[in-house]
């Protein structure tokens, strides 16, 4: 991990949808918890050591205590269903401090938010500063039903209500969302955000960029990804510049496996890409870029890469490390 972790305790756990719990995070001791913005999330370590990342979805203005949601998902690699399952009001839990990689932009004239699914959550924290500060926007949240829709009655009760539509894939067919029409026209100095399952993000994404969206307006979160494996992944070799030592990577096995079985660690949070924590600079050589976290531009300049879920295109790939 990439930073370190400090101690809170479950003060409320509550259903908000079907498979959907949230929790209340506070200190111990009583104090405020450190101050985060809207988009941030925090890393957690669930019930049996792994480390999972959750947005923070309460009032960015709050330090008394810290609101995450999480999905039970019995396909997910144990995290969702131990928080589910062995986390308890009065539990303690060890998390980082917020880290934010999808801020808002405080200069836009106008925000277009759209969430799918638990993507909600960094969107609904987003919802609530930008009414806090009077600022211009629109939020779309699509759901299969219902009884799905996380939060539900929280936005309905709001303040910014009526800036918020609700889409249910089960309901009317006048009321489910077209992403494409509704981004048909981009508007000059609105900004879009979007959060939720891949399918849903890419869609809107593509959606965007066919209507013409400046990728300088678009801003999403991927809050899981599947790692990419092909059949014709080969194995490469790593070279770590201070040492000058050389890796082999095998065809099954990630780089941070790999070098970890080695002795050398890198640290790692997500291991899918999404969250950034085991970036690292590359000093020679063509990553195979498969993470959901660095832009476009990033991956073209080639001089870094998350070695969680990427791979090498060259034979060789030196590692500032």
Request: net charge negative; proline share 4%.
């Amino acid at each position: 991990m990439s930073q370190a972790m400090f101690e809170v305790r479950v003060s409320r756990k509550r259903a908000e949808a079907v498979d959907i719990c949230s929790y209340e995070l506070v200190r111990p001791d009583g104090k405020a918890l450190p101050v985060f913005s809207a988009g941030a999330h925090i890393d957690v370590q669930v019930p049996g050591g792994m480390v999972r990342q959750y947005s923070l979805c309460n009032d960015a203005t709050l330090t008394t205590h810290y609101l995450i949601a999480v999905l039970r998902d019995p396909k997910s690699r144990g995290g969702s269903v131990a928080m589910h399952d062995a986390l308890q009001e009065g539990d303690l839990l060890r998390i980082s401090e917020p880290k934010n990689h999808f801020p808002l932009v405080h200069a836009a004239k106008r925000s277009l938010l759209m969430a799918g699914g638990i993507g909600v959550t960094p969107i609904l924290c987003m919802a609530q500063r930008l009414h806090n500060t009077d600022a211009e926007f629109e939020m779309h949240y699509c759901t299969r039903s219902l009884e799905r829709t996380a939060f539900h009655g929280r936005i309905a009760g709001s303040e910014f209500a009526r800036r918020v539509h609700f889409h249910h894939d089960d309901g009317p067919i006048e009321r489910k969302l077209d992403i494409a029409a509704l981004l048909a026209q981009p508007i000059e100095g609105t900004h879009l955000y979007v959060c939720g399952p891949a399918g849903f993000l890419e869609f809107v994404l593509a959606s965007a960029r066919k209507a013409g969206w400046n990728e300088g307006q678009i801003h999403y979160e991927f809050f899981g990804a599947e790692v990419v494996h092909v059949d014709t992944d080969v194995a490469f070799d790593v070279k770590i510049a201070s040492t000058g030592k050389v890796y082999t990577i095998a065809a099954d096995k990630s780089v941070t496996t790999a070098l970890a079985e080695q002795g050398v660690e890198i640290p790692v949070s997500c291991e899918q890409g999404v969250c950034g924590t085991c970036l690292t600079r590359v000093l020679e050589g063509e990553p195979d870029h498969r993470d959901q976290y660095l832009l476009e531009e990033e991956r073209v300049a080639n001089d870094q890469f998350t070695p969680c879920c990427s791979r090498a295109r060259s034979r060789l790939l030196v590692l500032d490390l």
